[in-house]
């Protein structure tokens, strides 16, 4: 056997387990340490998971000692931001987990650190690699849409909040429209080719997770659970991203995309209370056109596929490791879709407008 990649994971939680599923199933990836900062808590992940060649540590600086290739960080995000600098700036390729960070300060001191280092900094946005979302970006890059100018993301769960480490300001650093909003912000911008934000207006609330009613960590509860943005780029384009975690409604709609010459309409798969948002599984395509003069609806077939778009996310990883290529999914670019959110925060306190400064 050739050379064996050496993967740290930082953060021993719910997705950490996904990480380390994924990873087993590569050949030539060994995971040899997991860090947790709950005493104890890493070495109970190595037994679970079965990863004989690993050690527990209760301080990522020390599992950053050891000699490896790339970590996974898999903390909660507040913590994205020191775990990821510290482990690029001790030389390793970084697997982050989403969203990027809580502000945009931070996630361009990532990025500089990235640029600095020369060591990746690849965010884990799992349903680009859904064939279906890449066939959605080349309908809109091909030009039929014609000038797109507005854009709608987005989607809302009737009633499916988290709880834990999700619901907590202090924490997660930012609700529903961080949590589960970031991915469809990602199809938006990545569909648009990330155009570059000038401004946001938004409103966020938690009228839900507040109320003992709806949730039972309702105390704790300090983030949003709903968030509605109008957020303006450079060349007339316009996005409308709103989200909810909890509501009384069935749908805050499907992703749109209006252009001059068609618009196309993207709905979510999925059904129950914890669907209705974007998660990369796609329930159907339609272009809306005139052809000979009549408005036409046309069905876009969707792409069937047996992926596993999170194991996915994990082998492009291990393959950039391997190939000595960029980030598949670089933290340059995941900048604006922070900025957006950063933007959110600061509108929704100020209850103004404001302007995002990013490059
Ligand atoms: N891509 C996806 O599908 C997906 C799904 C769920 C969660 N996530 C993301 O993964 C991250 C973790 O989510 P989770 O559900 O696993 O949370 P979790 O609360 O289950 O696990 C987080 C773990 O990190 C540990 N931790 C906290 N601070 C740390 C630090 N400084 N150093 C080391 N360990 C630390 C905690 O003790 C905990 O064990 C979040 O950012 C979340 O947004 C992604």
């Not at 700036?89 to 990532?110: C, D, I, W, Y």
């Not at 709880?163 to 529903?176: K, V």
């Not at 001059?260 to 159907?284: C, M, N, Q, Y």
């Amino acid at each position: 056997m050739g050379r064996m990649f050496r993967i740290g994971i930082i953060g021993s939680g719910g997705i950490a387990g996904e990480h380390a599923r994924a990873y087993k199933n590569i050949e030539d990836v060994q995971i040899v340490g997991v860090a947790d900062i709950l005493p104890g808590r890493a070495d109970q992940f190595i037994e679970r998971w079965g990863l004989k060649d690993a050690v527990g540590f209760d301080d990522h600086r020390r599992l950053l000692e050891l000699d490896l290739d790339g970590v996974s960080i898999c903390t909660p995000n507040v913590a994205h931001y020191q775990t990821t600098v510290d482990a690029l700036r001790a030389g390793k390729h970084v697997m982050l987990e989403k969203p990027m960070s809580v502000t945009l300060e931070e996630a361009a001191e990532m990025v500089r650190a990235s640029k600095e280092t020369g060591n990746m900094l690849n965010v884990g946005f799992q349903p680009r690699y859904d064939p279906n979302m890449g066939m959605i970006k080349d309908l809109v890059q091909s030009g039929q849409l014609g000038k797109v100018y507005y854009v709608e993301t987005g989607g809302g769960r009737r009633r499916g909040m988290p709880g834990g480490t999700f619901i907590r300001q202090d924490i997660a650093g930012a609700g529903a429209m961080a949590d589960i909003g970031c991915y469809s912000l990602d199809l938006a911008l990545n569909t648009l080719g990330y155009p570059k934000p000038l401004t946001v207006s938004a409103y966020t609330s938690n009228y839900f997770g507040t109320n003992p009613k709806y949730h039972g960590e309702s105390s704790k509860f300090d983030v949003e659970d709903f968030g509605v943005a109008i957020i303006r780029f450079e060349g007339d384009l316009v996005l409308n991203f709103k989200t909810s975690w909890a509501m009384h409604m069935d749908t805050l709609g499907a992703t749109m995309f209006l252009g001059t010459d068609a618009g196309l309409k993207v709905t979510p798969a999925g059904t129950g209370p914890w669907s209705g948002v974007w998660d990369g599984r796609v329930g159907s395509i339609s272009m809306f056109h005139d052809i000979q003069g009549h408005h036409t609806e046309s069905s876009i077939p969707l792409v069937h596929h047996q992926l596993n778009v999170f194991e996915e996310k994990i082998k492009d990883f291990v393959r950039a490791l391997r190939e000595g290529t960029t980030a598949p999914i670089p933290g340059e670019q995941i900048l604006r879709n922070q900025a957006i959110l950063d933007g959110i925060l600061r509108s929704s306190l100020t209850k103004r407008e404001v302007e995002i400064q990013v490059d």
